[in-house]
């Protein structure tokens, strides 16, 4: 039997009672399995003596003492217990705060281990929270290791550490080992019963770390065979035909440009060549900083397969972003003789049916949109490659409704937001990612400048010197309007304001309460330069290119995530001039936002910021995916334990390479596993 089979319901131990059981379920532990997977994170040291002149205020006195005596004292208007106690060492002070019935376990004489915190205060060793057991021969806690666990409503550390000592002692005598034995021989792992009792009752502390090494590399180890199993069926899907491309209208595109491609622009066009005559279909992810050249990535990939006779999609997560992909298609193809489509929500009735029509019979090659392009009229004759822009701002239905448009398409994404190397082995380990670093010739980094709120004349002052030498800016805001709750600058009431302290030059203003229409209006009325200050809230973090604009203003810089203040910064610096970012931030910092703001002021590595970003947010949000539970590990840490992950990986691809079925005897374990008790569903949600 696998941990994951021990269903019976935890409140069948004694002790969990429907307070704590409650309390338990709202934890997510309902089974004695789930109650054994709740790991300790730290361990109280009941075993290494120390006396109240060793700890010395710094760690945990954990010595053997007696009551020498008691007094008392006045705490809210009551007479409070004070014990003396002394170790051998010095004498201290136990403060029984609310606990005056102690008066009757701690005689004078009495002899105690006694196990907490001391402070040297008014002259006197004292100590507010402490434990106690009577002197015995074979004392419970003294001269052990307590696990201390993550707690929730009316459970406490006694509790749990009571049910699982019991379900230790009662269930786990037929326990299946839930990792090959080649795997545990090589790491020379303990068997797993062996383990489950080291975590939560070590005899000492090499014991109790080398319990942990075991789960956290079972549990990566077994994240990463569900990433494998995942990519390996949609490896291995059929109905996709093997191309053979001429890559005659991308030699031909690229022979046009007024530049080269970069390194990493023709090394990944090289890897979506291989998807594409591979014979299988293409899962990749392109992902590159803003700027670094993605989409013509995108446009070269979408001529090799429509000069082999099929059909291109590329999907954008707003209009104007699509609008702008499908003006610059048609710049780079249609002199090419590409037949170009723009597709959104807002082109209906006779326009729609007629490109709709164009699109099933074959004459529209490349159809390029918004979310409107995986409604169910949508047909295409044949589809060949979709691309999704932006994919983490897509949902997993939305572009699977994309993809199931054509037999088995060619699949491309694209995200200007890095992916951390630990996500890229985990979260979009199903797919091939592909990076793109170096950036096109010519650009200049970006200037970066921390303002103190109360200093922005300063940052007004230069804005206007960039603005009177024709650039445009953006001032970005965290909230649309006013907010009683919140002391913090809107975009609406900002708007007004600046029209007063700019009152030379044009502003226009947008967020996602404005009419779509009219935010394409502004949007582009900004693109033609017809406008020199956008005010905006983080609607523009994904935005089109306006390579005059060389100002980024975001106020309240500390209200905003990393991967959202760097998104902002790149709107700036498209061009060759040189551009700037201004983060005006509050005198009321968390340290969290002082993070945030130390990071994105010393560093314009996207890379390196999304590192930093997935340790503050965790993998679900990098990822786009907010589904509950969405590989929330239960002892692992993907940022802490990244070199275990990678070790778990390619032990988990040697595995699958050699045994993808997991159908040789040495992996029946692993069969069996993931048959009656899959460690991880197929979202990489823990089972």
């Not at 120390?50 to 007696?66: D, F, K, M, Q, S």
């Not at 009792?197 to 789960?215: C, G, M, T, V």
Request: proline residues 5%; neutral net charge.
């Amino acid at each position: 039997m696998f941990q994951g089979e021990l269903q019976q319901p935890v409140n069948r131990l004694k002790g969990i009672g429907p307070g704590h059981h409650k309390s338990l379920s709202a934890m997510g532990i309902l089974t004695i399995g789930q109650l054994l997977g709740h790991y300790p994170v730290r361990y109280e040291d009941h075993q290494t003596p120390r006396t109240i002149i060793e700890a010395a205020g710094l760690l945990p006195v954990n010595t053997e003492a007696v009551v020498v005596g008691r007094e008392s004292f006045p705490w809210k208007g009551k007479m409070t217990l004070k014990i003396i106690v002394e170790d051998g060492s010095a004498r201290g002070s136990l403060l029984c705060y609310g606990r005056n019935f102690l008066a009757d376990k701690l005689q004078t004489d009495s002899r105690i281990y006694l196990y907490g915190q001391f402070q040297h205060r008014f002259g006197e060793w004292q100590c507010a929270a402490f434990e106690f057991e009577t002197y015995t021969e074979q004392p419970k806690k003294y001269g052990t290791l307590l696990p201390v666990y993550p707690l929730g409503g009316t459970l406490n550390h006694n509790v749990i550490r009571k049910a699982v000592s019991q379900a230790l002692r009662e269930y786990t005598a037929g326990l299946n080992e839930e990792l090959p034995e080649e795997i545990r021989e090589s790491y020379h792992l303990s068997g797993r019963k062996e383990a489950l009792r080291d975590i939560h009752k070590p005899a000492n502390p090499e014991k109790a770390e080398k319990a942990r090494s075991y789960f956290i590399y079972e549990e990566l180890f077994h994240l990463q065979t569900a990433v494998g199993k995942n990519a390996l069926k949609l490896r291995e899907t059929t109905g996709h035909r093997p191309l053979e491309l001429k890559r005659e209208l991308e030699q031909k595109l690229r022979g046009n440009l007024p530049f080269e491609l970069t390194p990493d622009q023709k090394t990944v066009m090289d890897e979506i060549v291989r998807d594409m005559e591979s014979g299988r279909p293409m899962n990749r992810l392109i992902q590159g900083d803003v700027g670094s050249g993605k989409t013509l990535i995108a446009f070269l990939s979408a001529l090799n397969i429509i000069e082999s006779g099929k059909q291109a999609a590329l999907m954008a997560p707003t209009e104007l972003l699509a609008r702008q992909h499908a003006e610059n298609a048609i710049r780079f193809m249609e002199n090419q003789g590409i037949r170009i489509a723009f597709l959104s929500g807002a082109v209906q009735s006779e326009g729609r049916r007629i490109l709709l029509r164009e699109l099933k019979e074959g004459h529209i090659d490349f159809l390029i949109g918004t979310h409107a392009l995986f409604t169910k009229d949508v047909e295409f004759k044949e589809l060949g490659l979709a691309i999704i822009d932006e994919q983490h701002r897509f949902g997993v239905s939305q572009r699977q409704a994309l993809a199931s448009k054509g037999i088995r398409p060619d699949l491309l994404y694209m995200t200007a937001t890095p992916i951390p190397r630990t996500l890229a082995m985990t979260a979009f380990g199903d797919l091939d990612v592909s990076t793109i670093k170096t950036m096109p010739a010519g650009r200049k980094a970006i200037e970066t400048h921390l303002t103190r709120e109360g200093n922005e004349g300063k940052v007004y002052d230069f804005v206007r010197r960039e603005l009177d030498q024709g650039r445009q800016a953006y001032f970005v805001y965290p909230l649309i309007e006013q907010s009683e709750k919140l002391d913090l600058k809107d975009a609406q009431s900002m708007y007004e304001k600046l029209k007063h302290s700019f009152p030379r030059n044009k502003l226009g203003l947008i967020h996602s309460r404005i009419p779509e229409d009219e935010k394409d209006q502004t949007m582009e009325a900004f693109t033609k330069g017809e406008l020199d200050i956008l005010v905006a809230t983080s609607v523009v973090e994904v935005g089109v290119d306006v390579p005059n604009a060389t100002i980024m203003v975001i106020e309240h810089g500390e209200r905003f995530g990393l991967s959202a203040l760097h998104q902002l910064r790149g709107r700036v610096g498209r061009g060759d001039q040189q551009s700037y970012a201004f983060l005006i931030y509050s005198t009321k910092l968390t340290d969290e936002g002082k993070q945030r703001l130390k990071i994105i002021m010393e560093s314009t590595d996207g890379f390196k910021i999304a590192e930093e970003d997935l340790k503050l947010r965790g993998p679900g949000e990098i990822a786009g995916i907010r589904q509950s539970g969405y590989m929330k590990l239960k002892i692992a840490d993907l940022v802490r334990d990244t070199e275990i992950l990678v070790q778990a990986r390619n032990d988990v691809k040697k595995l699958l390479s050699r045994d993808p079925h997991l159908l040789a005897p040495e992996n029946k374990v692993l069969k069996d596993l993931w048959q009656s008790a899959p460690p991880f569903s197929e979202n990489l949600i823990p089972g």
